[in-house]
């Protein structure tokens, strides 16, 4: 089965006395024995349910659909990406070890390692994983884990996924990676060889812009770890929203392909103009594309407030993977905590526009930056 036939036919069959075509919500805290005897069947394992931040029947549906998406044996979903991420990470590390992460991670993840975990005694490398050698120098005798992202935000430089796995082979190391912007349509990075993939579902998962989800997949072994730190630290997901984003998954591949190819349309389009000074967009993430994400830096010329202004139905987001066309502004949202010079070193300024393509029609969204751009260069 292709990847496009599966992702509709995941879906567990819970329901097996009414038959519903889909899974119910069992919007439910807790579940109900008749006899302590069968309570007891509970810890032998012969009743699947006891009470919902230990499991429930969506959000386990989710994490498993997601790890069949991915290629993988096992997966939970959380309460977010970023719960998703510690799990993960709390799964191979504790206290005294150390990990190697990518400078340039998405700005929530890259506190929760630096500030969060340090409190809890792990300490983090952040090097450039685009660097081999950087990788390479930074492993101590307390290395357990290299963390990076399928593609970097906002300026979507591609991991060398091949490359982590055979570092983390040679010195004997974890490997997680957050697939958020690839999503498995586009790289399933756990096939590739990486130990544990984490996914804010609350973007293309989800799709819909309406939830706050995480999932995380990988071995039995890893995963059955990570769901007893989810377990105890409270980070499960509600039932509503596990089936809210198991529904947004039936579209991915409908949604993912043509978000990016309207990607490609307007980076054709942004590549040719002159007020335009910089286009970042892959070229090498996969064969089915390279994302839905393209960041460009307007010229000098232009006034940005105004184009900000002058996109008509494009809002300012500061998210991204809705089914809608938005753009976001790193310099005052994702990207504000860094100092001034930290930001230039990695090439943001005010003139930096992320855009998530949606599923408009090309023709349209293209209009609406044409005439942006146009307006901006006007004042
Ligand atoms: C949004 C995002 C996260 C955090 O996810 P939440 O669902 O907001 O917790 C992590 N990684 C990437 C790449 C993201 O875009």
């Known amino acids: 089965m292709k990847f496009t036939t599966s992702i509709v036919h995941n879906q567990l069959k819970h329901d097996q006395k009414l038959k ?11 579940f109900s024995f008749g006899s302590l005897e069968e309570l007891e069947g509970f810890y032998e394992g012969n009743a699947p349910y006891l009470y919902s931040r230990v499991g429930n029947p969506n959000t386990d549906e989710l994490g498993t659909m997601v790890a069949k998406m991915e290629g993988a044996p096992s997966g939970i979903a959380t309460s977010s990406g970023l719960s998703a991420i510690l799990a993960g990470i709390l799964s191979v590390v504790q206290a005294g070890d150390h990990i190697i992460a990518a400078e340039d991670l998405y700005g929530g993840t890259y506190h929760l390692i630096k500030e969060e975990l340090k409190m809890f005694g792990i300490s983090t490398s952040f090097v450039n994983f685009g660097e081999r050698a950087e990788v390479e120098q930074a492993i101590t005798s307390k290395t357990k884990l290299l963390y990076s992202e399928t ?4 300026f979507l430089r591609v991991e060398d996924v091949k490359g982590m796995v055979e570092i983390a082979k040679q010195y004997k190391l974890f490997t997680l990676i957050d697939n958020t912007f690839a999503t498995p349509f586009l790289r399933q990075p756990y096939v590739e060889g990486i130990d544990l993939v984490a996914h804010s579902a609350t ?8 939830i706050t989800a ?19 630290l409270g980070a499960n997901l509600s039932p509503f929203e596990a089936w809210l984003t198991v529904r947004g998954t039936k579209t991915l591949a409908l949604r993912m392909a043509k978000q990016t190819e309207n990607a490609h349309s307007l980076v054709e389009q942004l590549k040719k103009h002159n007020a335009i000074e910089k286009v970042y967009y892959p070229t090498e993430l996969s064969n089915k594309g390279n994302g ?14 105004k184009f900000f202004t002058s996109l008509q139905w494009v809002k300012i987001i500061p998210s991204l993977a809705g089914v809608e066309t938005t753009v976001s502004h790193p310099v005052t949202t994702s990207h504000r905590a860094l100092s ?40």
């Open 292 to 305: 839905a994400i393209v960041t460009i830096e307007l010229s000098q010329k232009c006034n940005i407030e």
């Open 20 to 30: 519903s075509k889909v899974t119910p919500i069992y919007q439910t805290s807790a």
């Open 151 to 154: 593609i970097s935000n906002p």
């Open 214 to 232: 995480g999932v995380l997949v990988g071995s039995e072994n890893l995963v059955s770890k990570a769901r007893e730190r989810v377990v105890n």
């Open 340 to 379: 001034k010079e930290a930001q230039e070193k990695i090439g943001i300024n005010r003139h930096v526009v992320r855009i998530s393509l949606g599923i408009e029609d090309a023709g349209d969204i293209n209009q609406v930056f044409e005439k942006a751009i146009k307006e901006s260069l006007e004042i």
């Open 203 to 210: 973007k293309y998962l989800g799709g819909h812009s309406d």
